[in-house]
């Protein structure tokens, strides 16, 4: 019985395709209550939202984005007092690093010391290019060695110091860990497997400059 339900359910189906294209069908008329369309055609109302939208208004806000890749922003403060200290960045990995295609596997729970790997012969200075005293000292510290300097920006805008070095990064949490920041600015210079770090006042109590 479904068997054959089926079949005159399929049949129907073809034999209303194969209809003949000027065959007539019936007006049914109208059922039901008629109401206006009172709400406003979705492709007509985003229309009218884009033309509100200015070319300059585009221009401005590509402007602005393109700006704010350049703009870091960190809670780190200025240093307080001058002082002197040594960094082991020994870490000890809580996950494996498996980079097993390359030839590179190392079990969670090594030891290991990134400045075993290499030497960086730069130095580091971490700052904050809104205040104009730390801009005063990346400029020197640049002037000193010749350019062999890199710039991690803390607060404000990197563009303020591209003038002086090709190596220029935002500073971000991982970074801020790694080198277990505490104030700016902070210069770090390898010694070894260690790092020499050095943290400057740049202001006395009474607020002005050294």
């Not at 039901?32 to 009218?48: F, H, R, S």
């Not at 890749?69 to 007092?81: E, N, S």
């Not at 005063?136 to 060695?145: M, P, R």
């Not at 803390?154 to 080198?179: C, R, S, W």
Request: net charge negative; proline share 2%.
């Amino acid at each position: 019985m479904l068997k054959n339900k089926l079949l005159l359910g399929t049949l129907s189906f073809f034999l209303c395709l194969n209809l003949e294209a000027n065959e007539t069908f019936k007006d049914l008329g109208i059922y039901g209550n008629q109401y206006e369309i009172i709400e406003e055609d979705a492709l007509v109302n985003m229309q009218k939202e884009f033309k509100k939208i200015s070319k300059e208004q585009i221009i401005e806000a590509a402007s602005k984005a393109s700006k704010d890749v350049y703009i870091a922003k960190t809670d780190i403060g200025h240093c307080l007092v001058s002082k002197d200290k040594t960094l082991d960045p020994t870490i000890t990995l809580k996950e494996p690093i498996d980079l097993s295609k390359y030839g590179v596997y190392i079990d969670a729970g090594t030891t290991i010391n990134p400045l075993e790997q290499g030497f960086i012969n730069s130095y580091i200075l971490v700052i904050d290019t809104n205040d104009s005293l730390q801009l005063k000292l990346a400029e020197k510290l640049s002037q000193s060695t010749s350019g062999n300097l890199m710039i991690l920006v803390a607060n404000g805008n990197m563009l303020k110091v591209q003038h002086l070095t090709n190596e220029i990064y935002k500073l971000d949490i991982p970074m801020m860990n790694a080198f277990k920041l505490e104030c700016v600015p902070t210069v770090f210079i390898q010694q070894e497997k260690q790092f020499f770090v050095r943290e400057f006042a740049l202001r006395k109590q009474d607020g002005k400059g050294f």
